[in-house]
């Protein structure tokens, strides 16, 4: 299974943008898919998840201000985030578990400037 997240980028505290990840393979739907960050000299951490159910889970710090969902048609998982905040600044990863699989996109970079 292959990964391939897009939709980051730089944006002013305040504002949006909506990552994608898109992955490979037949197991998507059956899949639990989550987005982690990654800032500088930080451990990665969960940001936002969705099970194959569609149950949603967030961090407290994205609370109200992020929504995860998926379109299992395409085998794409999204990440809305607005009211961007500065310290949302990291590199963003998306990854899919089943089974056996727990497998990694390559990452997106969100810079929210002040």
């Known amino acids: 299974v292959q990964l391939q997240a897009s939709g980051g980028g730089l944006v002013q505290a305040g504002g949006s943008l909506r990552l994608s990840c898109a992955a490979s393979?037949?197991?998507?739907?059956?899949?639990?898919v989550g987005w982690y960050r990654q800032a500088p000299e930080k451990q990665r951490e969960l940001v936002a998840s969705?099970?194959?159910?569609?149950?949603?889970n967030y961090a407290d710090a994205v609370k109200g201000r992020f929504a995860i969902s998926r379109d299992n048609s395409k085998n794409t998982v999204y990440l809305q985030m607005n009211s961007l905040k500065v310290e949302d600044t990291a590199v963003y990863y998306c990854?899919?578990?089943?089974?056996?699989?727990?497998?990694w996109g390559q990452g997106t970079q969100v810079t929210v400037s002040s």
């Open positions: 990854n899919l578990r089943f089974g056996p699989y727990d497998n």
């Open positions: 969705i099970a194959s159910g569609g149950n949603t």
């Open positions: 393979g037949r197991i998507f739907s059956r899949s639990a």
